[in-house]
């Protein structure tokens, strides 16, 4: 009889020591998904009051991101610039080099000055003849959310926000690798 009360007891100290130990275990740390989702986000805040703009202010480039002089890897997107025709400056039916970020519904006249920005063209179309130097090709700045989401590019994004931001690539693939394909980098 004593044996079966000791065996009891035992059992019973048992449990209390387990359901100490698993209690006391509720405190966790992060490992490494916690640290990188945390620098993750302070790239992208690193990025958006960062003081030195992407490619030197110019955000359209008829050179290729990745031949550009700077050390920079800004995430770029490529668009086809073509012949058009619209209202520029008051005057119809002027022809003018642009391009389209929303399958031609927009069209942007190409600045004729480096540093300057593209000009929604209201109402333009794209010639439906075209000489056999076009299309042409050239890059605009792409702009991310917080998530490393792409929302939009530069010219119809045409500053950082807390909700628009360039990114460069190795920012673009610490917050969200997905995203990092499709994209030309430099400058």
Do not use: H
Not at 1 to 27: C, F, P
Not at 147 to 176: D, H, K, W
Request: hydrophobic content about 35%; proline content about 6%; overall charge negative.
């Amino acid at each position: 009889m004593m044996d079966r009360i000791r065996n009891n007891e035992t059992v019973e100290q048992r449990r209390r020591v387990l359901k100490g130990a698993l209690g006391a275990s509720t405190v966790l740390t992060l490992g490494y998904g916690g640290s990188a989702a945390a620098a993750s986000i302070g790239c992208v805040k690193n990025t958006y009051i960062e003081e030195t703009p992407p490619a030197n202010g110019n955000q359209f480039s008829w050179t290729d991101p990745a031949a550009m002089t700077g050390v920079d890897e800004w995430a770029w997107s490529k668009v086809d610039v073509w012949e058009c025709s619209g209202n520029v400056g008051g005057v119809p039916d002027t022809d003018f080099e642009g391009f389209s970020l929303d399958n031609g519904i927009n069209w942007y006249r190409v600045p004729a000055v480096v540093g300057e920005a593209p000009t929604l063209i209201a109402l333009a179309t794209k010639k439906s003849s075209q000489s056999p130097a076009y299309p042409k090709t050239a890059w605009v700045l792409a702009y991310f959310d917080a998530n490393g989401n792409f929302v939009g590019n530069y010219p119809a994004i045409t500053m950082r926000t807390e909700q628009n931001t360039p990114l460069e690539g190795s920012c673009l693939a610490s917050v969200n690798p997905n995203a990092k394909s499709g994209f030309t980098y430099g400058g």
